[in-house]
């Protein structure tokens, strides 16, 4: 567990986000797009998380969120769902597409046009947790 903190905070300091998202995690939201990290499935991702001295993806999904970098995006297409969402670090609008079995856009209330906000991440190494 010692571990899986510093790296959590690793993320932390590494952000480096220019205008960080500040957003706090709604577990609602989570339970939506994410059911297994809840419930006995989501107890057992969280026991071999820690076995394995890894961090629980709630938790960085959590602090991508508080310290990503936020950025404007835009619902383009709602069948199927596709977001532009920009990223100055790269300069460009990145085109993401979403699954309809999500059922985001009637969820979240979607129309083509809506305004979002993404909150990217970036990290300067090249290890994959």
Do not use: W
């Amino acid at each position: 567990m010692k571990n899986t903190e510093a790296f959590l905070k690793k993320i932390e300091a590494n952000s480096n986000a220019t205008t960080p998202g500040g957003i706090p995690l709604c577990l609602d939201h989570l339970r939506h797009l994410c059911p297994d990290f809840f419930g006995l499935q989501g107890y057992f991702l969280g026991v071999a998380a820690r076995y394995a001295d890894e961090p629980i993806e709630r938790d960085r999904i959590e602090r991508n969120l508080r310290c990503g970098d936020s950025r404007s995006a835009v619902v383009i297409s709602t069948s199927p769902l596709l977001i532009a969402a920009y990223t100055d670090e790269l300069d460009c609008v990145a085109m993401l597409r979403f699954q309809d079995s999500l059922n985001l856009v009637d969820h979240f209330g979607l129309r083509k046009g809506s305004q979002l906000l993404t909150v990217n991440y970036y990290s300067r190494s090249l290890e994959v947790h």
